[in-house]
């Protein structure tokens, strides 16, 4: 089974719209984290929302988590060019499995 | 800002050679992992590394991998005979505290032809 799928796999919005991204998973988490990835570079992290959480925001990043729907959403508020570029989220199961796993990914692109 | 740092940045490698990337985590940093993520797929665990041993490694991570601290700084990852599957982006993360956001390296391609 696949852990932490994003919908859409793409999205595209003008500059000054919010995007919004939806990651789902399967299995109980620790917490959930979102990372953004331009192309060809390295991840960065975002914004990390435990399992307790329900919502957690920073900056123009609001997360949402839904523990009994096994989902989650990243809301950018007031998008910008530079917001363009890949967004991950990934699962951390905690415990003795110090591993994320990564969904396949939301290509943002915000146009000027 | 603190940065973990990955050398090279591109690698290329012949089948059957040995290659070792090369990581800086953060310098207070006490847990390590390294991903890898071939073009257009996700990205993948590799292995993480805590207190000088392997805490947890992926099916990925066969007797080809090792991984080693050998003085306090670096963090290597080994791959004694490379396969053209290799060829992938791997990037190299740490953290302070388990359970935490992690610092991802820029990346080293490696492309094994």
């Known amino acids: 089974s696949q852990q932490g799928e994003e919908d859409p796999q793409a999205l595209s919005i003008q500059e000054g719209e919010n995007a919004t991204m939806n990651c789902s998973y399967k299995?109980?988490?620790?917490?959930l984290q979102w990372y953004r990835q331009n192309s060809g570079r390295g991840l960065v992290h975002l914004i990390l929302?435990?399992?307790?959480?329900r919502e957690k925001h920073s900056g123009r990043l609001r997360v949402t988590l839904d523990t009994s729907k096994k989902s989650s959403s990243l809301l950018i508020t007031a998008s910008r060019a530079a917001d363009t570029a890949s967004y991950f989220c990934?699962?951390?199961?905690?415990?003795?499995?110090?591993?994320?796993?990564f969904g396949s990914g939301t290509q943002l692109t915000v146009l000027p | 800002e603190p940065e973990v740092t990955q050398t090279p940045s591109h690698q290329v490698t012949q089948m059957g050679q040995e290659v070792i990337l090369r990581c800086v985590p953060i310098?207070?940093?006490?847990?390590f992992y390294w991903y890898r993520q071939i073009l257009g797929q996700k990205v993948e665990f590799l292995v993480s590394?805590?207190?000088?041993?392997?805490?947890?490694k992926s099916e990925i991570f066969d007797d080809q991998f090792s991984v080693e601290r050998p003085d306090g700084s670096n963090f290597t990852l080994k791959i004694r005979s490379t396969k053209l599957e290799d060829s992938a982006m791997y990037f190299c993360?740490?953290?302070?505290?388990?359970?935490?956001?992690?610092?991802f390296g820029s990346g080293t391609r490696l492309t094994v032809v």
């Open positions: 590394f805590y207190n000088n041993e392997i805490s947890e």
């Open positions: 299995t109980s988490i620790n917490n």
């Open positions: 990934a699962t951390d199961a905690g415990g003795s499995a110090r591993q994320l796993t």
């Open positions: 993360a740490s953290t302070r505290r388990s359970l935490e956001g992690y610092t």
């Open positions: 929302i435990r399992s307790n959480e």
């Open positions: 310098s207070n940093h006490l847990y």
